[in-house]
């Protein structure tokens, strides 16, 4: 049976996004939001720029892009300037991504735009070796380089660099998925140039963080739940996903990097959710194709993710 992935045409709705004046500014009540939403726009979150800057706090969004925005508010930059961001540390780990999920203590620190520089490369081998990803508002940068490969031959190309242009064609705009296949339709034997922008260096006397510091009370007596981020929707707090539900996600997105050569935990998890309660894999279709079909992934990896999803729960990851 087919798996329908391309049997529809999603209409791309536009968002918009409410900014809070101030602190003191409470954010206008959504009359048929569940109270769990509304409980989460309510949350603060403590944040610092990555190289450094006295502490803010932002309040009220239900979006990475909402979120950019309301970091750029507190320290009074532009929300292009922001590139990604790291849960409790200040370096650029790629462990440490800020993803769908943020923990009610966590310590936002926000990696804006450094220096700029270029590379030529001669494309000697059909991989490269870069693993991309985005930080959901048109921003990609590289979040792995294989050991051994080109580009861990490049000593300029580091991880954490935002691909701006190929070939100079301006990409800062493109999904790490449209990225990627740039990337990999270079025509071997070919030089090709990029033009990168890598974060802005953290002081050295700044030091990961494994806490938030003092949050209120309603954060720290919440335990193990998330502020869990939406494209579309409110933000709601949610319980962390559980042990088979993070070996499920964390597989998907493995698969993920072998077939489209991206990284990306909120994709993979709301691949993840969409299988959760599906009882066969064109079931499974469907479901990612309402929620993701833009994407337009091929079947095969269709029934990997259903399968790394059955493995997941009968406990073989």
């Not at 270079?186 to 030091?207: R, S, Y």
């Not at 998330?226 to 493995?254: F, N, Q, S, W, Y």
């Amino acid at each position: 049976m087919p798996l329908g992935l391309r049997s529809k045409k999603k209409d791309k709705s536009k968002e918009t996004f409410r900014l809070v004046e101030s602190e003191a500014a409470a954010p206008a009540p959504a009359a048929a939001a569940p109270a769990r939403a509304a409980s989460a726009s309510r949350l603060q979150f403590h944040t610092q720029l990555a190289h450094g800057s006295p502490t803010g706090r932002v309040e009220g969004f239900g979006s990475a892009r909402e979120l950019y925005a309301k970091i750029a508010e507190a320290f009074r930059i532009d929300p292009a300037e922001i590139m990604f961001c790291t849960l409790n540390t200040h370096k650029a780990d790629m462990d440490k991504l800020l993803g769908a999920q943020i923990g009610l203590e966590d310590f936002i620190f926000a990696h804006i735009k450094g220096q700029r520089k270029e590379v030529e490369v001669l494309k000697t081998d059909d991989v490269l070796g870069l693993t991309i990803t985005d930080n959901g508002t048109g921003c990609a940068f590289i979040k792995r380089i294989k050991e051994g490969s080109l580009m861990d031959q490049t000593k300029i190309i580091c991880v954490g660099d935002h691909i701006e242009t190929i070939n100079g064609k301006n990409v800062s705009d493109c999904r790490h998925y449209e990225v990627a296949k740039m990337l990999k339709d270079l025509e071997k034997g070919q030089m090709f140039k990029l033009e990168l922008i890598e974060p802005m260096k953290a002081f050295e006397k700044l030091e990961p963080r494994s806490k938030g510091g003092t949050l209120p009370e309603a954060k720290i007596s919440r335990g193990r739940e998330t502020l869990r981020l939406r494209t579309k929707g409110p933000a709601t707090v949610e319980e962390m996903p559980t042990e088979v539900e993070e070996k499920a996600i964390k597989k998907v997105d493995e698969l993920l990097e072998t077939y489209m050569g991206i990284r990306d935990i909120e994709l993979a998890a709301a691949a993840v959710e969409a299988g959760r309660d599906k009882k066969n894999p064109d079931e499974f279709a469907v479901a990612l194709d309402e929620t993701l079909g833009d994407f337009a992934f091929p079947d095969e990896f269709v029934f990997d993710v259903w399968g790394a999803i059955g493995d997941a729960k009968q406990g073989r990851l």
